[in-house]
């Protein structure tokens, strides 16, 4: 399945607080609104996507890198959505998501709808009918009109701007949009390309209501996802599927929740091994000396949605140390999720709780005390990412390692 991302517009109504920054760029929880859409489109299973830029195109690709796909839209500020997805009509090549890209929202959500099958469209029976809304008119359990225009009292609740089509529906909707723009529907939503297949395709109603999500389409609603929805999103993230590449990861992570359970501290560290580790400087860094009882230690510094990224040469074993760095007021343990991902795909994950560590010292922060995870980097050359995903903090201290064999059970003082 493909995905598009709709990230033309300059979003004129959230001017004050953006400062000319594009809104899929907008940062809540420390990580950009499209990023936090790539990771559920990733836990999700979804791994080809399309982003359709326009305003600040260069500053949209130079975040997002290699791992989407671009189309750029050169008429953004004289055309609407309905022009963007009527672009992506060569791109598209059979079922495909289609979203918003100023969506916050709870990965589930994502899936709950997917889960359904063939076309579907979420929304919040919770919501008012605003003028601003795209409001949706239900029978049965399927969607039969939509649009901005639809009185109140035809309407079920509120679009939240995520949908999905199976091969007829994506065929369908791309015809629908290619008609409306040769009538000169250049200006038009997106939405109206929906709800002109809204009479002949099935297209299944999923009811969020209850569910953490916003559109961010003014200064007021980014307060909201920062306050609001992130935090609600986050605390629900303990519980979280996640979905590896392969099964043998899924039963890993099976067992490490097991483990936690029964109360083993998975990935803390154990003592020495019989090899002389070496710290690995992460691309682009920064270093920083951590205060310990012996003297000083060499860490990087980092926040959520920023992962320390090293190149290895596998096959290979490395060992990756966390302490999270919590707010100076901080006394009691803490949770927080760390990520390896490998090649820019999730690869390993762990849940941690952060216990603050009084014969250390960071100005400015708690440190937690040190965390592990292990990681097999298979053979060839590989980027291995330290992230972290979650947690009471947004910072961290991280370090990457790997063994040179040595002769005796000694290891270097101060690492």
């Known amino acids: 399945m493909q995905a598009v991302i709709l990230a033309a517009g300059y979003g004129s109504r959230l001017e004050r607080v953006s400062k000319g920054k594009p809104k899929c760029l907008l940062t809540v929880g420390g990580t950009t609104l499209v990023?936090?859409?790539?990771?559920?489109?990733?836990?999700?299973g979804i791994g080809k996507?399309?982003?359709?830029?326009?305003?600040?195109?260069?500053?949209?690709?130079?975040?997002l890198g290699e791992r989407v796909e671009f189309i750029e839209n050169t008429r953004y500020d004289e055309t609407n959505s309905l022009y963007s997805l009527w672009l992506a009509r060569d791109w598209i090549e059979g079922p495909f998501v289609l979203m918003n890209c100023d969506l916050l929202f709870?990965?589930?959500?994502?899936?709950?709808?997917?889960?359904?099958?063939?076309?579907?469209?979420?929304?919040?029976?919770?919501?008012?009918?605003?003028?601003?809304?795209?409001?949706?008119?239900?029978?049965?359990?399927?969607?039969?009109?939509?649009?901005?225009?639809?009185?109140?009292?035809?309407s079920r609740g509120e679009s939240i701007g995520l949908t999905c089509y199976d091969e007829r529906g994506a065929h369908n909707l791309m015809a629908r949009a290619d008609a409306l723009i040769d009538n000169g529907a250049e200006n038009c939503w997106s939405i109206e390309a929906i709800r002109a297949i809204s009479a002949t395709v099935d297209m299944k109603a999923y009811n969020v209501a209850g569910m953490p999500w916003v559109e961010v389409d003014f200064p007021n609603d980014l307060v909201r996802a920062e306050k609001e929805v992130w935090p609600a999103i986050m605390k629900s993230r303990w519980k979280r599927t996640v979905h590896?590449?392969?099964?043998?990861?899924?039963?890993?992570a099976f067992i490490s929740v097991v483990l936690l359970l029964v109360g083993i501290k998975v990935g803390h560290y154990s003592g020495p091994d019989k090899v002389d580790w070496t710290s690995e400087a992460p691309i682009g860094a920064e270093k920083t000396l951590l205060k310990v009882p012996k003297g000083y230690q060499k860490w990087w510094i980092s926040t959520t949605g920023k992962?320390?990224?090293?190149?290895?040469?596998?096959?290979?074993?490395?060992?990756?140390?966390?302490?999270?760095?919590?707010?100076?007021?901080?006394?009691?343990?803490?949770?927080?999720?760390?990520?390896?991902?490998?090649?820019?795909?999730?690869?390993?994950?762990?849940?941690?709780k952060a216990t603050p560590d009084k014969s250390v010292s960071f100005e400015g922060a708690v440190v937690g005390d040190r965390d592990r995870v292990d990681v097999e980097v298979p053979a060839g050359m590989h980027t291995v990412e330290l992230g972290l995903v979650a947690g009471v903090s947004n910072r961290f201290l991280g370090r990457i390692r790997y063994p040179e064999p040595v002769s005796g059970d000694v290891s270097k003082p101060g690492d």
């Open 35 to 44: 990023e936090h859409q790539l990771e559920a489109l990733n836990d999700a």
């Open 49 to 63: 996507v399309l982003v359709i830029v326009g305003y600040k195109a260069d500053e949209v690709r130079a975040a």
């Open 106 to 154: 709870h990965p589930q959500i994502l899936d709950r709808l997917l889960a359904q099958g063939g076309n579907g469209l979420a929304f919040d029976s919770s919501s008012t009918g605003g003028r601003e809304q795209t409001k949706v008119a239900v029978q049965e359990g399927r969607v039969v009109d939509l649009g901005k225009d639809l009185p109140p009292e035809a």
């Open 244 to 252: 590896w590449k392969t099964t043998k990861y899924i039963v890993m």
């Open 307 to 352: 992962p320390l990224k090293v190149r290895f040469d596998g096959p290979l074993r490395i060992r990756a140390y966390v302490r999270l760095l919590m707010p100076p007021e901080r006394v009691e343990p803490g949770k927080y999720v760390v990520q390896i991902s490998l090649d820019g795909k999730p690869y390993a994950w762990s849940v941690f």
